[in-house]
């Protein structure tokens, strides 16, 4: 493991930016989720968001996506042509009468608008996309006759056509097999040896420690970012596990303290094992 920025060149588009949250606050009502959170993540990071259950990771990914409003800090390096978003499976309603092949052309928005007018070329990419994560010839399934996995793969695919330089994924190994997640597990480490930024939530501290450089543990508010071997300590953990807290009705407002300076976070590069 060593200290060094990933290349960026590779990523066509809008060009790989830091993604930095200044003195970020997000919640529900009088509850926060998430508050006082301030880092710097440098363009190319490849970063796990963890912590226990109700740590608000989730909202977290929602609020960098602008699905959450922000209670309060702001944020730089997430606009709409930069980030890609792939939410919790059961999230996503695969009774919808579409076909894999248009599931995966809906990467494609941002070139062919509401309209959604396919041209034989964005047939052409769908369909080396859904090669490249092994569904070649699923084209004309039903999301609904999917396994849980062979989904998961076609909304890698469909990630792969939105070619963003930014990737937020949400427990995107649950419910699926160890096959299946090596093979995405594979697909993360491409994009991020492409130089895109890839930030994602997982509760598998053993994949964590295996494949991901950085790591952010939250429990509502950081317990510790930087590099992972750092951050996942049984301390660390502890104090995570520790600073779970029951939402109260009667709750102060959260009074934001003085705004820190985000945690600039060193780029590390690793190798899959």
């Known amino acids: ?42 363009a190319g990071s490849m970063v796990a968001v963890v912590g226990p259950n109700g740590a608000g990771k989730s909202t977290l990914l929602k609020a960098m996506v602008g699905q959450v409003p922000l209670s309060g800090g702001h944020m730089e390096g997430l606009g709409p042509r930069q980030i890609a978003y792939l939410p919790q499976l059961p999230a996503i309603d695969r009774s919808f009468p579409i076909s894999v092949q248009e599931l ?115 429990a509502r508010e950081p317990v510790a970012i930087g590099p992972t071997k750092l951050v996942l300590t049984p301390e660390n953990l502890a104090r995570a596990r520790g600073r779970q807290e029951a939402f109260e009705d009667d709750a102060p407002v959260c009074e934001a303290p003085p705004a820190p300076e985000p945690v600039a976070v060193p780029q590390v590069h690793q190798e899959a094992t």
């Open 1 to 42: 493991m060593f200290f060094a920025r990933a290349p960026s060149a590779a990523v066509p588009g809008p060009a790989p930016a830091d993604v930095v949250l200044h003195n970020l606050t997000v919640g529900y009502e009088r509850h926060p989720a998430v508050h006082h959170l301030s880092v710097c993540w440098p």
């Open 104 to 218: 995966v052309l809906t990467g494609l928005w941002h070139e062919v608008g509401a309209l959604w007018s396919w041209r034989a070329s964005h047939r052409d990419r769908a369909a080396q996309a859904l090669a490249a994560v092994g569904l070649q010839g699923f084209e004309r399934r039903t999301l609904d006759t999917l396994s849980g996995g062979q989904f998961q793969r076609a909304l890698f695919a469909r990630l792969m056509l939105q070619d963003a330089p930014t990737l937020l994924l949400d427990e995107p190994f649950a419910a699926v097999d160890q096959r299946t997640t090596d093979d995405l597990l594979a697909i993360l480490h491409r994009w991020h040896a492409q130089g895109r930024t890839v930030i994602v939530v997982l509760h598998d501290l053993h994949t964590v420690r295996e494949h991901f450089p950085l790591t952010l543990l939250l």
